[in-house]
């Protein structure tokens, strides 16, 4: 787990107004102090005490110590290193619940935003190939109307479909690549990208393979308009697996390591 992503993605949910899960709070302090723990505040010898300087010398040494008489370079590092990742694993155990608390929060807002997308698909039949030239020449306001929405919807999504990726991404939760692999068997996988659409269909409008999929500036790389044709919903980890369980799409209990290494990078343009 990075520890900067995993920053990023509790600011995230501070700036839409939802409380991270306490784990993460207690987590990114806790790293704060434990990578702090291997400096040592410049001080003058000379005003010490004899003992003040003899735990001087000990705090130095220990953080530069050497090893069959060669200097390692490494000091606390290794116990360092090694405390970081068990309070990873920790972090993660204990926010993995809270996920589920998350993204039911986060529903309202997203479903207001998605409503405009659904209604220029199901009542216009927008795509993503549908072209301004195309609208004006309905000569319906009102489509017009539902035409100029449409992006002003994705920006306000891009939010919420960022923060719902990054979480899949960071937490290694539903939908995995590792289970995009095992859908695709016996075919390989060979896509950068994960498709995500699985988290934001209210129905079996979802795959994890090309459809619904767009390469280029789309919010998540996903073709929104073809999404909102068949509904939009934003589902949790678990509604994820559930949806993934009724395609007879196996669990993958292994972290994937595959996983991209930036997930809060998932927040993409949206013109």
């Known amino acids: 787990m990075n520890w900067e992503q995993l920053r990023a993605f509790a600011a995230a949910c501070t700036h839409l107004g939802i409380e991270p899960p306490a784990a993460i709070s207690r987590g990114l302090a806790l790293v704060d102090v434990i990578d702090g723990h291997q400096k040592v505040k410049p001080r003058s010898v000379l005003d010490m005490t004899d003992d003040e300087a003899r735990d001087y010398v000990t705090a130095i040494s ?3 110590h050497d090893r069959d008489g060669r200097s390692t370079g490494r000091g606390m590092a290794p116990g360092i290193d090694q405390a970081k990742r068990s309070l990873a694993a920790e972090v993660r155990a204990a926010a993995i619940p809270d996920l589920e608390r998350i993204v039911a929060e986060l529903r309202p ?20 190939s549908t072209t301004s030239d195309q609208v004006i020449n309905l000569a319906d306001e009102a489509a017009s109307a539902a035409w100029r929405a449409v992006p002003k919807a994705w920006a306000a999504l891009a939010p919420v479909v960022s923060l719902r990726i990054a979480m899949s991404a960071l937490f290694d939760v539903s939908p995995r690549r590792a289970e995009a692999r095992s859908s695709a068997f016996p075919q390989i996988l060979r896509d950068e990208h994960v498709n995500y659409s699985v988290c934001f269909a209210a129905n079996d409008n979802w795959s994890l393979d090309r459809g619904y999929y767009v390469e280029g500036k789309a919010v998540g790389h996903l073709d929104w308009l073809a999404l909102a044709a068949g509904g939009l919903r934003l589902n949790s980890p678990d509604e994820v697996r559930a949806k993934l369980d009724d395609r007879g799409i196996g669990a993958i209990e292994s972290v994937d390591r595959t996983m991209p290494t930036d997930p809060m990078a998932y927040l993409y343009p949206t013109a």
Do not use: C, K, Q, W
């Open 62 to 64: 220990i953080r530069a």
């Open 109 to 128: 807002t997203f479903d207001a935003h998605a409503e405009p997308l659904m209604h220029a698909a199901t009542v216009y039949g927008f795509t993503y």
